[in-house]
T-cell receptor
Framework: DTAVSQTPKYLVTQMGNDKSIKCEQN?????MYWYKQDSKKFLKIMFS???????INETVPNRFSPKSPDKAHLNLHINSLELGDSAVYFC?????????????FGPGTRLLVL | AQKVTQAQTEISVVEKEDVTLDCVYE???????LFWYKQPPSGELVFLIR????DEQNEISGRYSWNFQKSTSSFNFTITASQVVDSAVYFC?????????????WGAGTKLIIKP
């Protein structure tokens, strides 16, 4: 049973397109996250939701919009894709947003913008 | 400011050698948590261990061991008798109370190459 799943695993698209990445967790966690990992493997938090409420919104372009229909899902919609958006996007979840909580990651979505 | 430094960008050893990955952290908080994650070539991020700031006992799990030393602000990771399957990028991360959002602060990662 997959704990944190993401679809699609690979996404190749043209500049200017709009795309979505879906994330679902079956761990019963209250908090979900989106991270971006660049080509140098640097991990950067983008968003965090606790029980469907946005709690972290780092400086990302407003072309990126997270949507949490329920606490088991956190989708990422990206408008007007740019070359610099090419990266691996990871979804993660944790039991709560507390300092001690371990984050569990999905398999990643490899986005390539041409 | 909080920071995690993994000074070793890449380490290459021959199989069966022991190898230690360094992690040095900075925080003024007294309550914090340290984590290690593994990212194998397949790309997923796998949680390895969590350690809180009040527990300085070393941890051993099979061939993996972790040495937490508050005096030097380090949380090093040792693999004993390394195997090719240990080849991966390893990340150390810090989460502290002072950050109101409890964000994970990530190191840059150490790429470990185990040669057969």
């Amino acid at each position: 049973d997959t704990a944190v799943s993401q679809t699609p695993k690979y996404l190749v698209t043209q500049m200017g397109n709009d795309k979505s990445i879906k994330c679902e967790q079956n761990l019963g966690h209250d908090t979900m996250y989106w991270y971006k990992q660049d080509s140098k493997k640097f991990l950067k938090i983008m968003f965090s939701y606790n029980n469907k409420e946005l709690i972290i919104n780092e400086t990302v372009p407003n072309r990126f919009s997270p949507k949490s229909p329920d606490k088991a899902h956190l989708n990422l919609h990206i408008n007007s894709l740019e070359l610099g958006d090419s990266a691996v996007y990871f979804c993660a979840s944790s039991y709560t947003s507390g300092v001690s909580e371990t984050q569990y990651f999905g398999p990643g979505t490899r986005l390539l913008v041409l | 400011a909080q920071k995690v430094t993994q000074a070793q960008t890449e380490i290459s050893v021959v199989e069966k050698e022991d190898v230690t990955l360094d992690c040095v952290y900075e925080t003024r908080d007294t309550t914090y948590y340290l984590f290690w994650y593994k990212q194998p070539p397949s790309g997923e991020l796998v949680f390895l261990i969590r350690r809180n700031s009040f527990d300085e006992q070393n941890e051993i799990s099979g061939r993996y061991s972790w040495n937490f030393q508050k005096s030097t602000s380090s949380f090093n990771f040792t693999i004993t008798a390394s195997q090719v399957v240990d080849s991966a990028v390893y990340f150390c991360a810090l989460r502290a109370n002072m950050d109101s959002n409890y964000q994970l602060i990530w190191g840059a990662g150490t790429k470990l190459i185990i040669k057969p």
